[in-house]
């Protein structure tokens, strides 16, 4: 064989030799990459099915718990949704906190002392018996989740600000002074009834303000802090506030103004006042549903508690 051929033999096995190399590093790339390649495709690159990897379960909304003894949230809307077992709970603090007033202020110890020191223990324990009935009612509000103003009206929430537009102040107010002028003129008639009937008022009634804080200028300031100011509210959270509300859920709206107002007047413990205390009683009812608040029932009810006052302290002197 000539020179030239023996090169060509020499030069074409080498490059024969290199395309074969290179074909086994492809090779063994493609191997690799086989290796690599996750069970669902290599699956798929036979024919089957690729198996789908289970996803974690998505966990359910549910409320958080609330551990025992922690406050509770704050309110998201107005008044507390009182029940009839509230009902009970705030007749029970009345009958017991009146007892309890009662008691107290009959005291041998109370009588026997000077006309001020009588009407410094008087005032006190006056100031006890709304205080304590004030608490109960701040704590009957926690337990459905809300506080003593937003409870029974007097503070909405902010959502309940922007949903409901209560009735005007200015219409609340003419009724307001309407139903003083009616309630008036019927307790005045009832007056002038039954004295023409035999049945003329117990004298205690009306001189009984000025017997307990005293008949001067001293006794007349105690009285419209404590009888026109802070009965009229502590009543109508107790009665229309928790009565009145819960009779409604069970009962409708006028059967809950004539039972509340009718236990309204038994507290008063006075069968002369029933009468005109339960047609009192029907007016601040009508006039909290009427007008989703209580604020304009506690007006009335400062407005007539005002005129029972001036007109006990004017009839003594």
């Not at 009588?118 to 205080?131: I, P, Q």
């Amino acid at each position: 064989m000539p020179l030239k051929d023996v090169s060509k033999v020499v030069v074409g096995s080498r490059a024969e030799a290199k395309e074969l190399r290179k074909a086994a590093e492809v090779a063994a790339k493609a191997q690799a990459k086989a290796r690599k390649v996750p069970k669902p495709a290599k699956a798929a690159a036979r024919g089957g099915e690729p198996t789908r990897l289970a996803s974690p379960p998505k966990r359910a909304n549910v409320a958080p718990r609330t551990t025992p003894g922690a406050p509770p949230s704050p309110p998201t809307s107005g008044p507390a949704p009182w029940a009839l077992a509230d009902v009970a709970a705030v007749l029970a603090v009345l009958a017991l906190t009146l007892v309890s007033k009662n008691v107290v202020l009959a005291l041998g110890p109370v009588q026997l002392m000077p006309q001020v020191g009588r009407t410094v223990v008087r005032a006190f324990v006056l100031a006890a018996f709304y205080a304590l009935q004030l608490a109960a009612f701040g704590w009957l509000a926690r337990r459905h989740g809300t506080d003593l103003m937003a409870g029974f009206g007097l503070r909405r929430a902010q959502d309940q600000r922007s949903q409901e537009a209560r009735p005007s102040s200015l219409g609340s107010a003419g009724l307001v002074v309407a139903l003083f002028l009616g309630t008036e003129t019927i307790a005045i008639g009832y007056g002038l009834a039954m004295g023409a009937l035999g049945w003329e008022q117990p004298a205690r009634l009306s001189s009984d303000l000025a017997a307990v804080f005293g008949g001067g200028g001293v006794g007349l300031v105690l009285s419209g802090l404590l009888v026109v100011l802070v009965a009229p509210v502590v009543e109508e959270f107790a009665f229309r506030g928790v009565v009145a509300s819960a009779f409604r859920r069970s009962w409708g709206m006028w059967p809950a103004i004539v039972a509340s107002s009718a236990v309204y007047a038994v507290y008063h413990l006075s069968a002369w006042l029933f009468f005109p205390t339960f047609v009192l009683g029907v007016a601040l009812g009508w006039l909290a549903f009427t007008r989703r608040s209580l604020v304009p029932a506690i007006a009335l009810h400062v407005l007539y508690n005002g005129v029972a006052v001036a007109a006990a302290f004017l009839a003594v002197r």
